[in-house]
């Protein structure tokens, strides 16, 4: 087996139930694409997007979890919970919950392992900060990272890597293909030693991919796909990522 090919949008704290026209114009635009779409929109929107693209190939997910299955955790959500709202994926370590809500990498791992348990793809995320990657620590860090983060029992049907350079998220600014290339070989030495079927784990790439930079990044080795922020909120910047991917 591949890698699946995987094109995911994290919308983060943005969008109301208006938004999601732009997922069904996304659904009009790319009826059937040779490879797996996915939006991940705030929790407050997966149960009806689920609703309104059931059957028409794009899937939904969630942008976080709790490690536990139930209980007194106010404002938090399982990862069964979302998958009964009709979530297929939940991204996890997102690098801005490690920063704003201190997600340590063990935390990611529990809540990676009830993600699992819920039935749930889990794409964890990793990257370095610019003063990581300035001080030569770029490899180190991410290896690091993964290690602490991929939970007993990841397999490449359940489990999604995102390699998220901090620096280059939001910022309109991404490594050079060099750059992603060293990180995601890497990932996938990495991987192919620790898990059985490591080598079809998805790889992504995600930091300010954007059309026009979409087919460039899609051609590197061990670039299975993007997670993508601002330009999967329309589906006019959305589609064509897509399509790149697609024909990738
Ligand atoms: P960006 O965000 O595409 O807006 O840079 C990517 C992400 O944070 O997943």
Redo the contacts with the bound molecule.
Sequence with gaps: MAPRKLAAG?W?MNGTLASLAEVEALAEAHPAPSCDVLICPPATLIHALASRIAGRGIKVGGQDCHASHSGAHTGDLAASQLADVGASHV?LG???RRADHGETSGAIAAKARAAHEAGLVAII?LGETEAERDAGQTLDVIAGQLAASLPEGATAANTVI?Y?PVW????GRTPSSEQIAEVHALLRADLSKTLADGADISLLY?????PSNAAGIFAIPHVNGA??????LKAADFGPIVAALSAA
């Design positions: 994290n983060k991204i997102h690098s801005e995320c995102a998220e280059a998220i939001g910022t995600g930091g300010s991919v954007k997670l993508v922020g601002g330009a999967s």
